[in-house]
C-alpha cells in the first residue's frame, strides 16, 4: 500500500522559509515522477512543482518560480520543497503526489495525472 506522508509545515512569518518533506513508502519509488500542490481555503488546488524520477527535470508554477526549489532523494524515498520568502499568499495545506512513470521522465503539472496523494501539511504565513 502506498502512503505519501508530508512534513514540516507551521507558521511562519512573511520572508521566512520552510523545507517540506514528504516520505513515500509502498511503491517503488524512482519509478515515480513527484509533485507538490497546495489548497488554499475556498480555492481548487493548484499546482506547485513537479521532479522527474532522476530529478533531471523540474517545474515550477509561475506563482511561486524563483522562491520555490524541489528536490528528492531516491535512496531515502524522499521529496523536498524548499520555500523562501514566503508571503501570506503561500498559506495554504501542501500536498505531496505521485505519479507512476515506469521509465519515463516527464514532469506533470495537472492533479489528475497524479495516482497517490499524501494528506498534507499546513503552512501559514504571517504578514
Known amino acids: 500500500q502506498v502512503h505519501l506522508v508530508e512534513s514540516g509545515g507551521g507558521l511562519v512569518q512573511a520572508g521566512g522559509s520552510l523545507r517540506l518533506s514528504c516520505a513515500a513508502s509502498?511503491?517503488?519509488?524512482?519509478?515515480?515522477?513527484m509533485g507538490w500542490f497546495r489548497q488554499a481555503p475556498g480555492k481548487e488546488r493548484e499546482f506547485v512543482a513537479a521532479?522527474?524520477?532522476?530529478?533531471?527535470?523540474?517545474y515550477i508554477a509561475d506563482s511561486v518560480k524563483g522562491r520555490i526549489t524541489i528536490s528528492r532523494d531516491n535512496a531515502k524515498n524522499m521529496v523536498y520543497l524548499q520555500m523562501n520568502s514566503l508571503k501570506p499568499e503561500d498559506t495554504a495545506v501542501y500536498y505531496c503526489?505521485?505519479?507512476?512513470?515506469?521509465?519515463?521522465?516527464?514532469?506533470?503539472?495537472?492533479?489528475?495525472?497524479?495516482?497517490?496523494w499524501g494528506q498534507g501539511t499546513q503552512v501559514t504565513v504571517s504578514s
Open positions: 509502498g511503491l517503488t519509488f524512482r519509478n515515480f515522477g
Open positions: 521532479i522527474s524520477w532522476s530529478a533531471g527535470t523540474t
Open positions: 503526489a505521485a505519479k507512476y512513470l515506469g521509465g519515463g521522465s516527464s514532469v506533470y503539472a495537472n492533479r489528475q495525472s497524479y495516482d497517490y
